[in-house]
């Protein structure tokens, strides 16, 4: 039976790289965006080289497109998700009193809302299988306080929380749970960051920022038996940030 995974915000950054790995392992991977364009080519670049994939297009901006996508993605999948990787996000910077309610709602309805949907739907599916793997993608910036990043480091210190939480409720019926904390990386989505973004990753050991694969890698070792002893752990990736 060929394993399942579906990805959110795999069309490009991190989600891609992650769908590109996990379908050059044989994974049949179900990639989640907004833009249809994209999504097109991401499979079937993925396609080209071998792999299998489909794309479900979505906004998930609330529970009941959550709840679709998870349905969709059980249909694709020949019944079944093996993997769920929370990765799709937004995060828009700025002070605490200039960010609107509009900004809050759309942060915590993709970072926060969606991811606990998704899992929610496919957790207890996984559990009446008896295996599963769920990976959260959550920021180094979700561990301590930063100057303007008060919204979208909030809503990710929520997910991981939310990893622990799960992995408490899942883990015993075989769904481990973990989540990566990315440190700077540098995306189409990171792009308009410019120098901004070199100098956050100057502040670590490593001193530049990541690239997606670099982060994937990290991912697909958590969603697969490579960490089959892990649970509950939030990995973090971030060139040594939380060393200093």
Do not use: C
């Amino acid at each position: 039976m060929t394993t399942t995974a579906l990805i959110t915000g795999a069309t490009s950054g991190i989600g891609r790289a992650t769908a590109d790995k996990l379908a050059q392992g044989g994974v049949h991977v179900m990639v989640v965006g907004r833009n249809v364009e994209r999504g097109q080519k991401t499979i079937a670049a993925i396609r080209t080289a071998g792999g299998k994939a489909d794309f479900i297009s979505s906004d998930l901006r609330d529970a009941e497109s959550a709840r679709a996508v998870a349905e969709k993605a059980v249909e694709l999948g020949g019944g079944h998700v093996d993997i769920l990787i929370n990765n799709a996000g937004i995060f828009p910077f700025g002070p605490t009193h200039e960010m609107s309610e509009k900004s809050f709602d759309d942060v915590y309805a993709l970072n926060v809302k969606a991811p606990y949907f998704l899992v929610a739907k496919l957790a207890p599916l996984m559990a009446q299988r008896g295996k599963g793997a769920i990976v959260n993608v959550s920021t180094m910036v979700a561990g301590y306080g930063a100057v303007g990043m008060s919204l979208y480091g909030s809503s990710k210190a929520a997910i991981s929380l939310l990893t622990k939480a799960w992995a408490a409720e899942y883990g015993p019926k075989g769904v481990r749970v973990n989540a990566v904390s990315p440190g700077p990386t540098r995306t189409e989505g990171t792009a308009a960051m410019g120098d901004a973004l070199q100098e956050l990753a100057a502040q670590a050991p490593a001193g530049r920022p990541a690239r997606p694969e670099e982060i994937a890698e990290a991912i697909v070792f958590l969603a697969t038996d490579h960490a089959s002893f892990v649970q509950g752990a939030i990995l973090p990736v971030d060139g040594g940030r939380t060393a200093v």
